[in-house]
């Protein structure tokens, strides 16, 4: 460890592998099993919550009752210790012999945090994902000359990154690149062609005429990467989902089919909580009423916590991209997809089925959204006619025209809708007579 790596991590901050305590306390041993629970990560001895070296007092006792917390876990956890000036450092591996518990129960590190879970929960997950998961696997055909340098130094801007280390360097310290080789996340994210070691890394996007998979008005397959995927899926979407305008006042608001932030939330989840291992593209479908996002391997979360807890499949995947935009740490994507689609008034379903996963937005055809705009309109229309009525009977339809913005002709046939409904009535002939409002 040296000035520059040290300066890297703090502005990297605390996550999936990375945790700072200002002194030892009670809470280390929780820290140790939650690591060795998931992925392994370091914890910082010596520096605070808010990213400040404070220091510890760095003697043989320290470290001895360091190594007994670790020992005194079930099963014992192996540590290494390293300090730079007055920062202890903890490196904790990933556990070969999961689960881990200390005194206080079952911890696994999920983003920022170490969730409690039961033995069954920790079992369970193990053999879900495996002791190595598919995106922290080593790609050991991957040929150097294949790395996307322009795609790296994307990613450091989006994630504010220094540049101050040497490549190499920041994908160690990102987990990206290890001893034996570069990561299948790695591959992922930073391939010239990621298509060309992993064949799932595609998505796929459709755009059908009707509200059936028949007749395609589009269809587009990117390999860019997965920030490149992304943002390519939301641009597509954003082309062809029809935009309803209204004039209120001097401003034109917009209404769009479906809310970005919902299709947004939906394509990052997809690309980050797919199973890489099963075959198929998560697939981007717009068809005239509804809009569908799949990703390929069930949920690893069930029906009854769906939305109430987070469990990602790739951890390396989602560490990286929750230092972006593009997705929050604290997993309430699925949250803000309900909430965009209800305030715009969209339905929104989550189907789980056997190998697969997918969300589904629905919505009212464009066509009634503006024929009950028109009719809106209208109403507010015939309601200030009958206000300028009451205000002066003997109004002409020159005038109310001149009032309304409609034409004469336009003002006279909502007159003749007002008769015919009996709102109003013309008492006396067209000249010299007046109007009535009939209550």
Known sequence: MNKEELD?????????????????DKTLAKEMVSFANASGGKIFLGISDDEQIKGVNITNKLKSEIQDTANNCDPPIAIKLEKYEDVL????????????????????????NSQKLNRNQIIELSVKE???????????????????????NYFLNLANISKNLKRNDILKNLKILTKIGITNAGVLFFAK????????????????????????????????GIIGNIEFA???????????????????????????????????????????????????????????????????VPKEEFGKSSKPRNRLIADLLSRTYFMERVGTGIKRIKDSCQQNKNK???????????????????????????????????????????????????EIAEETGLTVKGVE??????????????IGPDKGGHWKVLE
């Open 234 to 300: 939301i641009k597509y979407l954003n082309e062809c989902i029809p935009v309803r305008f209204e004039i209120k006042g001097s401003k034109r608001e917009e209404y769009p089919q479906f809310p970005e932030e919902a299709y947004r939330e939906a394509i990052v989840n997809a690309v980050v909580h797919r199973d890489y291992s099963e075959n198929g593209e998560v697939a981007v479908e717009k068809l005239k009423n509804f809009l569908m996002i799949n990703n390929p391997g069930c949920s690893l």
């Open 413 to 426: 046939w909502q007159m003749q809708n007002l008769k015919e409904q009996k709102q109003i009535k013309r």
């Open 130 to 152: 495996g002791k190595i998961r598919f995106d922290e696997q080593i790609c050991a055909d991957f040929n150097f000359k294949d790395f996307d340098d322009e795609k790296f």
């Open 8 to 24: 890297f991590i703090l502005q990297e901050g605390e996550g999936q592998f990375i945790e700072f305590k200002e002194s030892m």
């Open 89 to 112: 450092i903890i490196d904790i591996k990933e556990g070969k012999n999961k689960p881990y518990q200390c005194s206080s129960g079952f911890y696994i590190r999920l983003g920022t």
């Open 193 to 224: 062609e990621p298509y060309k070691y992993i064949s799932n890394s595609r998505i796929r996007c459709v755009h059908f005429r009707g509200n059936k998979r028949v007749d395609i008005l589009d269809k587009k397959e990117v390999d860019k």
């Open 348 to 398: 929104v379903s989550f189907k789980f089925e056997t190998q697969t996963f997918f969300v589904e937005m629905s919505t009212i055809s464009m066509e009634k959204l503006e024929e009950k705009t028109r009719e809106k309109t209208r109403e507010k229309t015939r309601e200030k006619i009958i206000e300028l009525i009451k205000e002066n009977p003997t109004i002409t339809a020159k």
